[in-house]
Every structure is written in C-alpha cells, then in structure tokens.
C-alpha cells in the first residue's frame, strides 16, 4: 500500500479511528494507512476492528486494533496510548467517529435512548479528545476530526436524540479549535453522507430512499471511500490553516 506523496502523506503520522469496523470508519482507516499513516483501528466490537486491521496489514500498510467503548474513559486513555506508540510516541490524529442510532418521534424517545445518544457521540468525543492531550503533537500535525451530522447542522425528524448530540459535537469542536490552537492543534468536524449500515434502513425503504434523494442534489448516496478523502485532506498539511470549520460531504445536501 504505497503511501501518497506531498500534501496529503502522512507518513510518520499515527492515526487512532473509533468506530471504524465498517463504514465509514473503516474507510478512513484504510485511506490514512494508504496515505502513510499507521492506524489504530478501534470498535466495540473487537472482532470486526481486527479484521480490518489485518486487511490493512495485508495490503502493505500499517495497522493494530483495539476493542474500546468510547463511554469507558480507562479505555479511551489505553487506546489513545496504544496509537501513540504506532509511529514514535505521539498522536498525530484522532477521528472520533463511533456512533449509533435509534429513530423515534419525541413523545416515543425514552430518557435512556437520549442518554445513550450522549454518552456514545458526544461523551465518546470528549473522552477520546481528552485523554489523547497526554499524546497530541503539538508541531502543527496534531488533528481531532470529529464526525457530526446533517441532523446537526439542521436537526431531522424523528431523531430528536441523534440530533442534539450531534449538534453538541459542533458546539465541542468549535470550542476545542479555539482553545487547542495555542497548541498548533487543529480541530474540525465533518457531517459525511454515505450508503454505510447505519443509513441502510433509509436506503431500503422505497418511501424513505426518495424523500432523501430528493434532498441531495447529487441524487445518490455516496461509497464510503468517496468521503474518506475529505478525512485525508483534514488529517494532512493541505489543511494546515484549517481549524473550528464543518465540513458537510454530502452530494450538497446541506448548503
């Protein structure tokens, strides 16, 4: 797996993913270890970060994985120590990815379903944030890239819940950019759209997949590795200048 050259190789980088079993985390997890970076792949399910861990490895990269629930701050600080120790003891980025869903309408949304959209999105980011200022580079290479949502940026119906924690992701970032920019830390967010597990019921449902392509002007979903890159271009030099942004990729869904 040759690695890119020039403003997006991150050779010599180490990159720690959660939530990056499949989907989109597992995309991006593939695209840094093409571009040079040695990544530590983490899930809550152990097995499945293994197998893409091992898939990186075979294709000429370099990988290891980690099973963490990013609500266990204990494992959220080995984690981050573990990627550190991928390429000479720093962390150079951290995409705080690792989300779940679960659709309701707000009468139906229990306390315990909203609890867990904040632990799992919001908490999740704050401890892997956290415990990795231990590790960050502090030489201009250190990125949190943390993953929001169009449901936002605008909210959607139905996902009170998703929607509030991943409008506190935005909140986190911004305010994470200003106060780690005396430490050449850049942090960013992205709100990607792709055709991955979590949107499959939406996909799948002949009334639902119409009224959302017709709110992207693309009129497609997108692959995975179609929105890896915009995590490449945050994670590299190209975007050394970049920091307290969103970055929707979503076919211009959101504009």
């Known amino acids: 797996m040759a690695a ?39 899930d809550v399910n152990g097995d499945a970060a293994a197998k893409v861990a091992a898939r990186i490895n075979e294709s000429g990269g370099k ?25 000479g003891g720093s962390l150079h980025i951290l995409v705080n990815n690792a989300g779940v869903t679960a659709p309701a309408m707000f009468k139906d949304t229990t306390e315990v379903s909203f609890q867990r959209m904040l632990d799992i999105h919001l908490k999740g980011a704050f401890n ?6 231990r590790y960050f580079a502090t030489d201009g290479t ?27 992701i935005i909140g986190l970032t ?5 106060e780690l920019a005396r430490k050449q830390i850049l942090v960013n967010a992205l709100a990607p759209l792709a055709a991955t597990p979590m949107t499959k019921t939406i996909r799948t449902n002949e009334k639902f997949a119409e009224t959302m392509l017709n709110r992207i002007p693309l009129r497609r979903w997108a692959e995975p590795e179609e929105v890896a890159g915009a995590f490449v271009f945050l994670a590299s030099d190209a975007s050394s200048f970049v920091t307290g942004q969103v970055l929707p990729v979503d076919g211009g869904m959101v504009m």
Do not use: H, M, P
């Open 142 to 168: 250190g990125r949190i890239i943390n993953v929001t949502s169009s449901a936002g940026i605008t909210g959607t119906l139905g996902q009170v819940n998703y929607s509030a924690a991943k409008a506190g």
């Open 174 to 178: 911004k305010s994470l950019a200003r």
């Open 63 to 87: 990988a290891d994985s980690f099973e963490l629930d990013v609500t266990d701050r204990d494992a959220a600080d080995e984690a981050v120590a573990r990627a550190a120790a991928l390429n």
């Open 128 to 133: 892997c944030s956290q415990a990795g200022l």
């Open 4 to 42: 890119r050259q020039g403003l997006f190789d991150l050779t010599g980088r180490s990159a720690l993913v959660t939530g990056a079993a499949g989907g989109i985390g597992s995309a991006v997890a593939e695209a840094y270890a093409a571009a040079g970076a040695g990544v530590l792949v983490t």
